[in-house]
């Protein structure tokens, strides 16, 4: 049986799982893949840390050339994150002729086309299923599965973190401060949330999906991103009395011929599937022209189910060798498309509004909506407090353009706040 | 560009299907596969069917040899449905090394084994995604994405007719009769709906799904088989109370070192993502050891989700072609386990049983179970009616064995029925 020598950068999370995995299974995989992965080197940052969980076969490095100049090395797992130093180890890896796996969202999200490039230049094969929603095998699915289709929309749940603070405060009634600190004794975040709970992290996910659903390369500048931090108890309580959960979303979607980007905070009904993705678990949707709705739900993160992804490369990579086939890219599609507009981008909207108790005021309220020709499906207003009352409405669908007139107005209008505004996904 | 061509057997729905994406998809599935896809021939049982909605640009015949010696056809799409004739037509094709794409899962349950030796035997590709839970790709993402990893259950809601019935008893309160009308009426489900309510069709479909998850070949017979149809509004709304929500599932997994392979009704935690798959729609849940719960959910028919399960084949099959890597097995995994026992086979019950209102009547109840080593979590007793009262019970983890126990014990008990037994899922 033929070996395949494995080099691992990074020995955090992610690698330890990898090791795990490629020990605990080596048997399995050498049945079903015909070839023997073995870890032959692992560089990592301070080589004096202690390391548990692992049995350690293979030496343990911190200079990079111990895996780049290795020649029994023909797979180099990149799972040290940052974004500098691994763009310059994976170019170095792929230069050097070996094949490359990475989990590092941030870096294909914004250097994927260089390195895409490079691997090709060089005929080996750059995988990086672990990048987006962890466990849950999305990329692969919308390369083999989807091509002959039109993707009309690719959405989800795509920040765990994000995800688990959100469903504390719906069904343990926690405040945004109390879930995410939570979040953070469970080491669901980091000491800096922003990130995760700014939706960076879904923006970054959200462009790679982008890239196999459309085959567009958007930038990070080109997706409107809300994050969570803004939202109260007040608002999941006033939403789920209207049969809906708030959960943060990544949506990209065609609109005419253009595209939609967008990382924010969305109504979704009690019962549709999105609406039950509890905690860090993560779900991604995709529309098809044929295939009609299809959802794919699983852990976001986590040691064994990233790695888990990690390791489907690694036999993808070796069913490649087996068959002469490297270096075709993982997303061969490709094609440009502009971006959507405001007043393209419409929804259904979730509208809370406080306005000073005063005759006539509801009245100043509908007028400044009717002049910006939205409509409302439903309508509710609760009973002064201290004599601010608020406004809850959905509205028929508005575009983005339609929301910023009110906004614009409101903001000169006196004793009217508009309090929240999310879009509601359908 | 390199063209291929395609025959078809069968122009029903999912025939239709496949013209139409094929047709209509023609510029982006050239730009995306490198090759041009054309049906140069369909064989159909009655020629002179009126057919719309496709633009007929191939002669429609009834002999086979048109397209099986037909030198410019190079995949054979079967999607005539039936066994024996579907079973020649395939067989004949992969000999004169065509290509098969094919959606028939009584044909793969039963015969696979034979025709996939017979496609490697001629260097071809035998592919059938759309034979498992419509337009889901779920073939594809075990064989791509799983392989290393041990999965330790798949389990789902594969039977769209069944799921659309126990959806309208649960959400519209129709009895069992008025949802089977009701799924007839929308052509859901057949006039005569044994292999869907009697859980026949969901079993072939688990037996190609434990294929793929456990490399196991099993036969129907080694399927233990309960359908729907002596399902009553009482049980769903009695389960409802408890928090659950009854739904016809296929679950196959591991059990110690055996497998077990069943199809019944289970009770479902309405919170858990299953319990909110609708209708005709399906879900596969697949454990694995590293990758944990992941949920794939979808159409599980329809023309066009089907059909682009079989255009998914397609694009597998031009990819394979272009890269000269065809004649691979679509699941290579296969491996010896014996079925699990009666007494391994284990799961949380939910128990219904009527009992004559008489003093001591609970007393024998109580002492039947725990003569069986099976004690309760919940325990629900309703005031009686006509003199017949319900105890309505949740277990603790017991075995079939167990059960079959009670069950025998019961038969013999006078004023004591057995009214409803289900396995909870979890």
């Known amino acids: 049986m033929s070996e395949i020598g494995i080099g691992l950068f990074g020995l955090g999370t992610v690698g330890t799982g990898v090791v795990k995995i490629l020990q605990e299974n080596a048997e399995q995989i050498a049945k079903r893949t015909g070839t023997k992965m073995v870890v032959k080197h692992a560089v990592v940052h301070n080589v004096n840390k202690t390391r548990s969980g692992i049995i350690n076969t ?7 050339k111990d895996i780049l100049e290795n020649d029994s090395i023909e797979i180099v797992v990149e799972v040290m ?7 310059d180890i994976i170019k170095r890896a792929l230069n050097a002729k070996k094949h490359v796996v990475t989990a590092n969202k941030d870096l294909i999200a914004i250097h994927g086309q260089e390195l895409v490039r490079i691997a090709h230049d060089n005929g080996v ?25 039109e993707i009309s929309r690719v959405a989800g749940i795509i920040n765990g973190t994000s995800n688990f603070i959100l469903t504390q405060m719906a069904v343990n009634h926690l405040s945004y401060a109390q879930a995410l600190q939570l979040a953070q004794d469970k080491g669901f975040a980091e000491a800096d949330p922003t990130n995760d709970v700014e939706g960076f992290d879904a923006a970054y996910k959200l462009i790679i999906l982008s890239n196999f659903a459309f085959g567009v390369q958007p930038v990070l500048g080109d997706v409107n991103i809300k994050g969570i931090s803004d ?4 608002d999941i309580q006033d939403a789920h009395q209207l049969g809906f959960a708030i959960k943060l979303l990544g949506v990209a979607e065609r609109v005419d011929n253009a595209i939609s980007i967008e990382v924010a905070p ?3 009904p009690l019962d549709h599937p999105l609406a039950t993705v509890h905690n860090e678990n993560n779900a991604v949707l995709v529309n098809g022209e044929s295939v009609g709705e299809i959802i794919l739900y699983g852990p976001g993160a986590g040691e064994l189910p990233t790695a888990n992804s990690v390791l ?8 490649d060798l087996a068959l ?8 061969s599609f490709n094609q440009d498309l502009p971006l959507a507009k405001p007043s393209q981008r419409k929804a259904r909207r979730f509208i809370v509004i406080e306005v000073k108790d005063t005759p006539g005021a509801m009245y100043s309220v509908t007028g400044i909506f009717a002049s910006a020709q ?7 207003q609760s009973p002064a407090v201290n004599g601010i009352a608020r406004l809850i409405a959905i509205t028929h669908p508005a575009s983005d353009a339609q929301l910023n007139v009110i906004k614009t107005t409101l903001k000169n209008a006196d004793g009217i706040n508009l309090r929240s505004e999310y879009k509601i996904f359908s």
């Open 266 to 268: 969305h109504l979704v």
């Open 125 to 149: 094969d750059l995988y990086y299923e672990a990048a987006v929603a962890g466990g849950i095998p999305i990329l692969r699915t919308l390369t083999s599965s989807f091509t002959a289709d």
């Open 324 to 331: 002469n086939t490297s270096g075709r890219p993982f997303n």
């Open 231 to 234: 939202l109260t108890d007040t």
């Open 312 to 319: 489907s490369d690694l036999t993808n990579v070796a069913t």
């Open 374 to 380: 939205i409509s409302f499906t439903d309508l509710k």
């Open 81 to 87: 994150g940052s974004i500098d130093a691994a763009r």
């Open 58 to 64: 293979f030496p343990i490095t911190d200079n990079p």
